[in-house]
């Protein structure tokens, strides 16, 4: 069906609504072009549709027998104004602003795409403002963590501040290019329309939420990157890294969780907010809109009155044309002042509650930046960490809230001046009005015809009496006119919440069938340690949560460009709802013919109900298809990061089991050089027994230096301590033993600690020199006793020896795991069981003799 026979059977063309995209100051300049139309045949609805139709016929170049006549002053209002009638109601435009201030929007030629637009930014701040706080949440955890599991020396807190110092700065840079990018997704591009169309919305929506997605999968190799590295950076056992990797995942997970809490109930505020600014944007409409029907019903008694003169035949019909003219220029001219001076004032207004929010958003980052400073200087964080993450989220979250209370009551302190502001200049307008009317029916009329002063008078009466029906009838069309809208926003609170609904299952859903997913794995391998398993489970959950919170914001921004999509059909659909008030309101007046046509207009209400359901159903179906795309991309980076996980999981249990196959292999081994070493005529008593005794002089060695190493490295430590003590003494009396107990105690802390870490490494420096003693004497009997060595490829590479299999004729070790990543490592203690070689061997050595 081609474009043209589309739009022919649509009920609803497309309404003009491209706009400049210079923010508010744009929307302030449509209305100084103003809406000053003379009256004419018909209702105000039904002219604007006929306006709407007639564009739109001719656009498509219809025939010209389905033209309607075009007024020459909207024509050359639409060409001022720049508007412009798109074909596609994909494409329709809408506003982008840059300042926050609902009372804005009714300047605007549909204030619901305002308001939506709105809504995106606000959902985009609310990401912000989150992702700000879990990393400053990540710094806090990082902290604690360091302090709990790792040693505490004061000469190590320049490395515990080095290293947080380094994560924040990354985080810092990290931010900075995700705004740099996201700057760069609202810039035009050159050559660029100055109008910003829906489809270029949903684009520049699209890449941000890209971009946002690209950022938690960075921030995710991030974190993976730097529990690998941090063992490396603070020198600690692997068994310690993994114990602090494991509570970074853990504690970020239940962040993670308190973040998701808040964004949904926050989600929802936003949602109220934005409700809130399109109820008091449509109000500020009413009240603008009056001075316009305030003309028009004031023409139209004048023009009745002039009328009764005319057939009274007291006034000529050119009479009567000049006059109505001289009228309709006056009181045009007087609106056009007043929307003028509306524009100007408002503006005034507008840019002193941007300063004056500004000005208070700073005093208030101020203040907040010293409370969090002030709590995290009182706070304990390791004596429970848990509550003191729940504490900090609760003083940040409460900082959230008072921002956006102050710009709520900002956006409705500028509302009232707003208002304020209409109905002082609406009570200046009548006040005009009126005097126009006295100066034509007191002082033009009396010269232009032989009426009297009181004839005058009295038909100025009638002429306001009629004004005053007419009004009459105005305010109850516009009372009717509110009870629709606030109907229609109810049915869209209503739509917003099965959107949430909808969002939640599909949440939970996701939830359950990748928790489902990765039992079902971790339960198909089997065999891995319980600690390993926990850890795989929190470090999936940690990125799930986090997955699942930035798809749930993308759902709200989803179900919002659904909005902004049917937003033209719901005005249209709205305003046809209005003129069948309008004509059933008069329908106690009407003719049979004119039932038939209200009976006709009830039945059109009806079907184009119906088509509005079932277009939005298709969108609504449509972009939850885009959604769940989106969530399966998010699904696959997920998946990414839990197969690598699951890779390093599986090869480090591969390495301890090929560990302790070496281990079981050594032993093999000795056994089958003890045995070939008894049997070989080329190794005798006197041979054994020099390289026993070789053996246990360099073991006697190795133990004598360890000795001396140990206590000159205690009594270096002692002499540390005594001068620390002497200092703590002199410091203590200048202080009057107020510090005197808590330095004691840190002192003698911090010497047993430094005591330890001296004896574990040289008790280190001691294993291997017993183990390297232990392959010496070893090597050096295989080759007394012609025997070629069979250790593992990796033991063998060390000491640069080629790797050949042990044959004997009684014993054939077992072969070699294939694939073996390497030796032992600190956690395996069966690494030094080969250290009873020695022995056997000296019982061999008697046998022989």
Known sequence: MSPRCFLVRRPFPDPPLFVKKDGAHGLLKHLESGEQTPSGSGTPSRRRRRRREAQASKDLGMPEECELSFDSNITAFALKAKVVYPINQKFRPLM???????????????????????????????????????????????????????????????????????????????????????????????????????????????????????????????????????????KCSSTRARQLAQTLTDRMADTEHLLRESQDAQALDTLERTLAREHMARMLECLRQQVQEEVKCRLAAISGGLELLTAEGRLSRQQREELLTQQHKAFWEEAERFSREFVQRGKDLVRASLAHQEAAVGRLSLADNEERRGFLAEAQPTADPKAFLKAFHRVLERQRLTRSHLEE???????????????????????????????????????????????????????????????????????????????????????WMEEQALSAVLQTHLQEDHQSIIHGVLGRLGGLSEESTRGVLQGHGLLLQSALRRLALRSCAIATLARMRLSGKKSLFLELREQHALEQGSSHCLDEHQWQLLKALEARVQEEAGRLEYEA??????????????????????????????????????????????ALEREDFKAALLEAAVESVYVTAAGASRLVQTYYQQVEQVVQ?????????????????????????????????????????????????????????????????????????????????????????????????????????????????????????????????????????????????
Not at 438 to 455: C, D, I
Not at 760 to 785: P, V
Not at 823 to 836: C, I, T, V, Y
């Open 96 to 234: 982008q602003y840059k300042a926050p201030p609902c009372a804005v929007f009714f300047f605007s030629v549909d204030i619901n795409l305002c308001v939506y637009s709105l809504h995106l930014k606000d959902l985009l701040r609310l990401d912000s403002a989150l992702r700000q706080e879990k990393h400053m949440m990540f710094i806090q955890i990082l902290k604690m963590s360091l302090l709990e599991l790792l040693p505490k020396k004061k000469s190590d807190d320049e490395l515990y501040q080095k290293i947080l110092s380094q994560q924040e700065k990354d985080l810092e840079e990290r931010e900075k290019e995700l705004q740099s990018k996201l700057s760069d997704t609202e810039q035009p591009a050159p050559g660029d329309s100055e109008y910003l169309s829906l489809a270029e919305v949903e684009r520049k929506e699209r890449e941000c939420a890209e971009q946002l997605t690209d950022n938690m999968e960075a921030f995710w190799r991030w974190l993976e990157s730097l529990q690998r590295s941090l063992g490396d950076q603070v």
């Open 409 to 495: 009551m900002e956006d409705i302190r500028i509302t009232e001046a707003m208002v304020g502001l209409c109905q002082e200049l609406y009570q200046s307008t009548v006040g005009m009005f009126q005097r126009l009317v006295e100066v034509l029916f007191l002082q033009t009329l009396p010269g232009v015809t032989s009426l009297s002063q009181a004839e005058c008078d009295y038909l100025r009466q009638e002429v306001q009496e009629n004004t005053t029906r007419h009004l009459e009838k105005s305010d109850c069309f516009r009372r009717q006119q509110w009870k629709l809208f606030q109907d229609a926003q109810e049915q869209e609170k209503k739509l």
């Open 617 to 662: 159903q298709q969108m609504r179906l449509q972009l939850h298809q885009q959604l769940l795309a989106e969530a399966r991309e998010s699904g696959r980076l997920l998946q990414q990061h839990t197969e690598r996980a699951l890779g390093r999981v599986l090869l480090g249990h591969a390495r301890n089991s090929a560990t302790r196959s070496r």
């Open 705 to 849: 230096d360890h000795e001396e190493k140990k206590l000159r490295q205690l009594r270096a430590v002692q002499g540390l301590q005594d001068l620390l003590a002497w200092g703590s003494w002199m410091l203590s009396q200048q202080k009057r033993f107020l510090a005197q107990f808590s330095q004691h105690q840190h002192l003698r802390l911090d010497t047993g600690k430094q005591r330890a870490r001296v004896l574990d490494l040289l008790a280190g420096q001691l294993e291997s020199q017993l183990q390297e003693a232990e392959r010496t004497f070893i090597s050096e009997l295989a080759a007394l006793a012609r025997v070629p060595l069979t250790e593992s490829k990796a033991a063998t590479s060390k000491r640069g020896l080629p790797e050949k299999p042990l044959r004997t004729k009684r014993k054939k070790p077992p072969p070699r795991e294939r694939g073996d990543p390497g030796g032992p490592n600190d956690e395996d203690p069966d690494a030094r069981s080969h250290l009873a070689a020695p022995p056997s061997l000296k019982r061999a050595e008697s046998d022989r003799q």
